[in-house]
């Protein structure tokens, strides 16, 4: 009985700390990205080529990997390779717009350093992004809840 509770206790204690650091990330992480916006600029690129590859590896200033820590340095990144004006340029992409980013076009960028916050299509829309085909349990979960009236899960 009183390894069930010292376990318990310690379990408790883990969960309380994890959410109160959680919290603290988060709003870390919503400052920065204030920080980011405020400082964000449009600019007209065109994209030679776009990669996942670890941020030692991707040809990014040495100003940028001395201020990454060395889980950062190993950790991969989206790198796009960009032509801005006459130069080009290696930038790091934002995950959520890496799949949208298109290869061999001519795009206008939000970019905050050298970070790429957002792309829009200079010449016209962007193609949509291919979806990629569901799996074996995904198209299972998703019979089963069409069948019983749920909504679909995204």
Request: hydrophobic share 45%.
């Amino acid at each position: 009985m009183y390894i069930f509770l010292s376990i318990l206790a310690v379990i408790t204690v883990a969960v309380v700390v994890l959410y109160f650091m959680g919290r603290r990330l988060q709003k870390k992480q919503e400052s920065s990205q204030e920080q980011l916006a405020a400082a964000a600029q449009q600019i007209s690129m065109f994209i030679i080529d776009k990669k996942i590859m670890k941020m030692r590896d991707a040809g990014l200033p040495d100003s940028v990997l001395a201020q990454a820590s060395a889980l950062q340095r190993r950790a991969k990144v989206p790198v796009i390779k960009a032509k801005v004006g006459p130069q080009v340029m290696n930038l790091i992409c934002d995950n959520a717009i890496f799949d949208q980013v298109p290869v061999k076009k001519e795009v206008k960028a939000s970019v905050s350093g050298i970070y790429v916050n957002s792309v829009k299509g200079l010449h016209g829309p962007l193609a949509p992004v291919e979806q990629k085909k569901k799996g074996r349990f995904a198209r299972w979960t998703q019979r089963l809840q069409e069948k019983a009236g749920a909504k679909p899960v995204k």
